[in-house]
């Protein structure tokens, strides 16, 4: 719905113009693409961070104090529109390994630039899926795999996924799934 969406952004552009702001930071991996980069086609230049890149800036800066912890196993589950879209692989890895005071992070065998779905793309998160495999089920058995206890993401749209297939799975007394900002957050309280 080209039309629909140019619609918007024009209308979201003129919203925005009424502010003096420098830089738009986003939690949602689809909103920083598309204010980032599609935006730009209708002449904006913002300056746009996704929020794990936020948080590593806050960390490093020692602005957030992490407190790392032993954990069980944790793995990372890349969302397609911030690591195959836009190239942040290492931000929240960074994270992750800053919060934790073991060397208890897993990858899965599917990472980075051959991460794989978690099935929410293309308008899959608002339908049931009713013949073969439910591509959420898969990626959290990729999960499973590794053996890791926590699944972090960085992405809604990947952590209901991820929460749903773990649900599906019967899981909820044997993994947790985190946002990368929940597993910070856990961890500064410690």
Same mark, same amino acid.
């Given at each position: 719905?080209?039309?629909?969406?140019?619609?918007?952004?024009?209308?979201?552009?003129?919203?925005?113009?009424?502010?003096?702001?420098?830089?738009?930071?986003?939690?949602?991996?689809?909103?920083?693409?598309?204010?980032?980069?599609?935006?730009?086609?209708?002449?904006?230049?913002?300056?746009?961070?996704?929020?794990?890149?936020?948080?590593?800036?806050?960390?490093?800066?020692?602005?957030?104090?992490?407190?790392?912890?032993?954990?069980?196993?944790?793995?990372?589950?890349?969302?397609?529109?911030?690591?195959?879209?836009?190239?942040?692989?290492?931000?929240?890895?960074?994270?992750?390994?800053?919060?934790?005071?073991?060397?208890?992070?897993?990858?899965?065998?599917?990472?980075? $630039?051959? #991460? /794989? %779905?978690?099935?929410?793309?293309?308008?899959? &998160?608002?339908?049931?899926?009713? !013949?073969? +495999?439910?591509?959420?089920?898969?990626?959290?058995?990729?999960?499973?795999?590794?053996?890791?206890?926590?699944?972090?993401? $960085?992405? #809604? /749209? %990947?952590?209901?996924?991820?929460?749903?297939? &773990?649900?599906?799975?019967?899981? !909820?007394? +044997?993994?947790?799934?985190?946002?990368?900002?929940?597993?910070?957050?856990?961890?500064?309280?410690?």
């Amino acid at each position: 719905e080209e039309y629909a969406f140019e619609t918007m952004a024009l209308q979201n552009i003129e919203t925005l113009g009424k502010y003096d702001f420098n830089q738009i930071i986003t939690q949602c991996p689809h909103c920083f693409h598309t204010l980032k980069n599609e935006y730009s086609d209708f002449g904006t230049d913002y300056k746009v961070m996704h929020h794990s890149q936020f948080i590593q800036q806050l960390m490093d800066d020692g602005k957030i104090k992490s407190h790392p912890a032993e954990m069980n196993s944790v793995t990372y589950h890349d969302p397609c529109y911030l690591g195959r879209y836009n190239q942040i692989y290492d931000s929240p890895r960074d994270i992750i390994n800053k919060s934790l005071s073991n060397d208890a992070y897993v990858e899965m065998n599917n990472h980075g $630039s051959a #991460s /794989f %779905c978690c099935g929410a793309g293309g308008g899959n &998160m608002w339908h049931e899926v009713n !013949e073969g +495999d439910r591509m959420n089920v898969m990626r959290f058995n990729q999960a499973v795999d590794t053996g890791a206890k926590t699944v972090v993401t $960085s992405c #809604s /749209f %990947c952590l209901i996924m991820m929460d749903d297939a &773990m649900r599906v799975q019967a899981k !909820e007394d +044997d993994i947790q799934i985190l946002d990368l900002a929940e597993l910070v957050n856990n961890r500064m309280k410690s």
